[in-house]
């Protein structure tokens, strides 16, 4: 038996779609720094991620008597991410070769199919993992791995995200739509909170799922959709680059850790959106710094000793601090 050490929590095949050439770059949301010519194979994974320990099969055996240690990892590679391989090959020669037929892919048979898609995708992330706030650290893995076995769970999910107004949003922007290592994004609009937390909470939802750097899809709750001038739109062509910069910014703000897109760097213009994010970079890069730069200023004025270098130094640091601003 073939045991697969790196679980996907992002299959490469929906990683393939944001790449360039077979490379991707992979933003890091704590190093707020950029790696280029990225394999799509060696990002969002982790060793062993859906595996079962031993005592949890001994545990689960009665309830599944087909489990085994690697049950989930061989469910995903084998039933779930080749039907999202067919969805993503549909999508694409219907949106991107402009084919008339295009009302097919929101048939009420592709759109199940898709909302399955995303709600396996919301559940199977390190991030959502993360989010699962009820149970012990140490708990968190096998909770998750049960709700990824609970069928009625799963369609729970399926069914939230095929009650919404759907729209597929061509990007006619040079801006590409960026992902995630958790690209299923759900936000609740009334409190501005995120995935789980949004799930929870009685405001009206956005849930935002890109598919490649020229397609995404928005789901929008009823109340919000009715703002939209025209209520039957179902492909709506993106020409304000406003717009990807928001999506990509809540890709951004969902993401556990890294944001996958084609190109050299992330836009300035998306992370402008991000004030609590720009904060945090501006405090981590340069707060210790102009600490020590200012109380070298504060003894060279209560001395009288002036240092003509030191001063260009400080003055060069502020000039860095105000071009970042």
Known sequence: MVIVKQGHFVPVCYLNEFASYGKISVYDKS?????TNQSPKEIAKQRY????????LVSLKELYPEIDKQFIEKFLSKNI?????????????????????????LSKAFKKNISLQMAYQFLRTRGLREKI???????????????????????????FFYSKKWII???KTQVPYYTSDNPVVVLDINSNVLSIDALKSAGIKLIQYPYSSSISLSLLDENLS???????????EVTNKYEVDYCNSLQIRNATMHVFFSGDQIEKSCLDLLNPLKEKYLEEKWAAELEKQLMSNFNMLRTGNI?????????QILKKILKDI
């Open 307 to 315: 240092d003509n270098d030191e001063l260009a130094k400080s003055i």
């Open 169 to 171: 949003n061509i990007n």
């Open 31 to 35: 190093k707020l720094e950029t790696r």
């Open 133 to 159: 706030s009820f149970v012990k650290k140490d708990r968190q893995s096998l909770v998750q791995k049960l709700l990824l076995l609970d069928g009625n769970a799963i369609n729970n999910l399926a069914d």
């Open 226 to 236: 009715e703002a939209l001038n025209d209520l039957a739109i179902e492909r709506l």
């Open 81 to 105: 991410e080749p039907c999202l391989k067919e969805c993503l090959k549909t999508i694409h020669s219907y949106y991107l070769e402009d084919n008339d037929e295009y009302n097919y892919l």
């Open 49 to 56: 991620f859906y595996d079962f320990s031993e005592d949890e």
